[in-house]
């Protein structure tokens, strides 16, 4: 897989800031995980908490809102991310637990609609609850002497255990970003941007 020198950069860049917010003494190891780790599972956890955020900062009828025909709604999305959630790591080998309804068929994943058809909001943060907690564990689990080893990816392409990690985080922003444009297109502002605007620190996100 081939990005630009540009990602690469701007990844790098990230990865540094996150690992300098992390306190030194959990930068050897956080929760178990080697410090490489520590950097992506600070950003997972970070994510973790804007999205429930969002969930919580949106009605029912925001729920239920979608930008246009075809397209997830809102309450998709976050069943969308805890799907992805588990079934993401598998390619660690770490197995989703046996009570979650989708597999991964040789054409892709089987049962994905039906799951993120689900919009009861109890049975949706659930949901994401366990998802946060089984992408960490796996990212915990992953030894320091794995990360530069090769491994395939979703499209069949080769790249390195320690940027699949760091694909897990990414992956995850894209849809914080989706769920902040689905807010605001609803007139909703992000908490923690709403937190920062009463502190007079001005917008962000």
């Known amino acids: 897989m081939k990005h630009s020198n540009s990602f690469t950069t ?3 860049l990230a990865l540094l800031l996150a690992v300098s917010a992390i306190p030194v003494a959990a930068q050897d190891t956080y929760g178990g995980a080697p410090a490489a780790n520590a950097a992506v599972i600070g950003l997972v956890d970070d994510l ?12 029912d009828d925001q729920w239920a809102w979608r930008p246009m025909e075809d397209v997830r709604s809102t309450s998709e999305v976050f069943m969308h991310i805890a799907a992805s959630n588990y079934l993401i790591p598998s390619l660690l080998g770490v197995t989703p637990p046996e009570d ?20 009861d909001r109890e049975e949706v943060m659930t949901a994401l609850d ?8 796996a990212l915990a689990g992953v030894s320091e002497d794995r990360m530069d080893e090769e491994m395939t990816f979703f499209d069949g392409s080769t790249i390195t255990v320690r940027r699949f990690c760091t694909f897990i985080a990414t992956h995850l922003h894209e ?31």
């Not at 366990?130 to 564990?137: E, K, L, P, T």
Request: proline share 7%.
């Open 48 to 59: 973790d908490e804007k999205v429930t955020a969002l969930a919580g900062a949106m009605d």
């Open 10 to 12: 701007t990844l790098c």
């Open 100 to 119: 979650f309804p989708v597999t991964m068929g040789p054409e892709g994943p089987v049962g994905m609609d039906a799951y993120e058809a689900i919009s």
């Open 130 to 137: 366990g998802s946060f907690d089984h992408v960490r564990a």
């Open 175 to 205: 849809h914080l970003g989706q769920l902040i444009a689905y807010a605001r297109t609803n007139e909703v502002v992000p908490p923690w941007t709403a937190a920062t605007e009463a502190a007079g620190d001005g917008a962000d996100g």
